[in-house]
């Protein structure tokens, strides 16, 4: 207790906080509110997600089934047909090797099927939200804050929620992904689209360019620099939240991080971190290399 | 202005004096609030008895078993770890006592931790015939796996626990793989806790590794079921809680031995709160009743501690002097 105090009237120095009675009363009301929606509500959820559910089992069990060989075959197809550059993907083929060698294949195969629905997903979801955002001033109020909380909430604040309504695996591991990664993608499709010039829009509307028109060959070729940006940092972010996953029971490289955390093993935790790393290099360079292509006016400046 | 200047400093002065001589016979320990819900009221118990009673100066840092105990090895930090679980660091913690670095005080847990496999006490209601492991095993339909349902599931303990090890030794020796069970892994405190909650909610049933006492056990009553055979400590220390034992046997849990543990500096600091630290202890009906206080009021583990103090003076007025527990009652 500062001296001051001693002198202060007490309202001042000790904030007047509602009764602890009260504050009690509300929490218990609000938990016992969840339990009731997850006791009438929770099968109808599960079934609803229970598509998800099997898409994810497939493709897990896709990975870590098929002979590695496939799947290094593929990823190198898939490496070079999008980035049509030979060094990333000799890079691709040379941590991946790696990868098999230390032992993590599998490990990463299920967190590479994971992250790949994970990304998937948040641009599915984060590229119309972004152009909403763009086209309407009140819609951008209105998204901002929801992003803010979405990329600050500590996320066992709405695991703990979300593993009482759809128990532990890969579904809520998917959410958890998800809120965490889909912020940048909306916040940069929307900058993106934002900064276009808006004498090329003018132009473009002196040609009489619908709405439709516009957006698809004006504006997002212009924004896509940006959104590209918005892609990488998802991928990113996908793969930091992959270990934060494991701890509701996804497995993967995620499960050995946090094991060699609990345990103390630097040596497999750095292992399996680099695994990841690896895996984000790859993905981000495909796509960085892949957005180059596709947009024919990198050189482009926005004014 | 210089005045009043000069007084404040003064009064500061005299202030972190008065302050100093009474942390003259306590001086600044650091407790360890563990991260699940007994431990972290005994630290605040701790804390409540050692600030009020003994005018020591006490911080708690957040815990973990493997972390805490390493950093308290290596780097005497924090001086106290009120409730240690030291089946999981037996051997490095015998050498350290050995060398005089920590020291066992209380046995907290009086009748120590209890670990097992545990079923929902209303599945266990409505099935009679389920009374040990192998029964359950018997029963894959009733038992549904969190990702796949046409398949039946034993939870295990967290990545990284020493309970893994064991119970996954226990699920080969079983052969639960054949009964259908696949071993899932819950990947952390949070994950195990909510699966059981998730079961209790939708009325499913769950098979799994869990210990009291806790939280949830006060919340949701679930029924443990016996392994058939006694605890055979020495094929437990020579195969079940060794990761990869070729050939394990089904065994029962051991009572885990739950000590509180000390640094050689907070004897030294503290040492007029040594006799409190070497008495503390308590049995399991008291903290599943504490723990089930908090649950039901959402109360942190702070106010579990002052309910504890409040409601149980008979047991820990036991622990200090006359004149140490009228100080605490007085502060409560």
Known sequence: MASICSVLPALLCKFPAIDESTIRLARKTVDDGFKGFVRSYGNAIDTVVQPLQWFLNYLESLFVGSPWIVILALMIAVV???????????????????????????????????????????????????????????VQAFVNPALDVMQTMPSFVYLIPVVMVFGIGKVPGLIAVVIYAVPPMIRLTNLGIRLVDKEVL????????????KLKNVQMPLALPTIMAGINQTIMMSLAMVVVASMIGVGGLGKNVLQAIANQFFTVGFLNGFALVGIAIIFDRTSQAFGKRLQKHSEVIHG | ??????????????????????????GEVSIAEMNWASAGVAAQVDKFILENGYGCTVTLVTGDTMPTFASMNEKAQPDMAPELWVNAVRTPLDAAIKEGRLI??????????????????????????????????K?????????????AAVHNCPSGWNCQVSTANLYKALDA???????????????????IANAFEKKTGWLGYYWAPTAILGKYEMTRLSFGVDHDKAEW????????????????????????VVTKSFADKASVAMDYVKARKWDNGTVNKVLA????????????AKHFLAEFPDMWTQWVSPEVAEKVKAAL
């Not at chain 1, 994971?114 to 990304?119: G, K, R």
């Not at chain 1, 473009?204 to 028109?213: K, L, R, T």
């Not at chain 2, 496999?117 to 029964?135: N, S």
């Open chain 2, 104 to 137: 066992e005080a209380a046995k907290i847990l009086s009748e120590g931790g209890v670990e097992g496999w545990w079923i929902p006490k209303f599945l266990a209601d409505a099935h009679p015939d389920i009374k040990t492991v192998q029964d359950a095993l």
């Open chain 1, 80 to 138: 070079y047909f999008g980035s049509r550059n030979i060094a990333i993907t000799i890079g691709t083929a040379l941590s991946m090797i790696f990868i098999g060698l230390v032992g993590l294949w599998n490990d990463t195969m299920i967190t590479l099927a994971m992250v790949t629905v994970c990304t998937l997903i948040s641009i599915l979801i984060g590229i119309p939200i972004g152009i909403l955002m763009a086209r309407s001033d009140r």
């Open chain 2, 177 to 195: 793989e054949k009964a259908g069970f696949l071993l899932v892994d819950t990947g952390s405190a949070a994950g195990l806790d909510g699966s």
């Open chain 2, 293 to 304: 206080w908090m649950d039901q009021n959402q109360g942190t583990n702070e106010d579990a």
């Open chain 2, 139 to 151: 029963h894959p339909e009733l038992f549904p796996a969190p990702e796949d349902s046409s398949k």
């Open chain 2, 1 to 26: 202005m210089k005045k009043l200047l000069a007084s404040t400093i003064l009064a500061a002065g005299l202030y972190a004096l008065a302050g100093s001589a009474q942390a003259a016979e306590c």
């Open chain 1, 202 to 213: 003018e132009a473009a509307d002196a040609f009489g360019s619908s709405g439709w028109q």
């Open chain 2, 237 to 260: 220390d020579a195969c079940t809680a060794v990761p990869d034992c070729p050939a394990p046997k089904v065994n029962s849990y051991p009572v885990s031995d739950v000590f509180t």
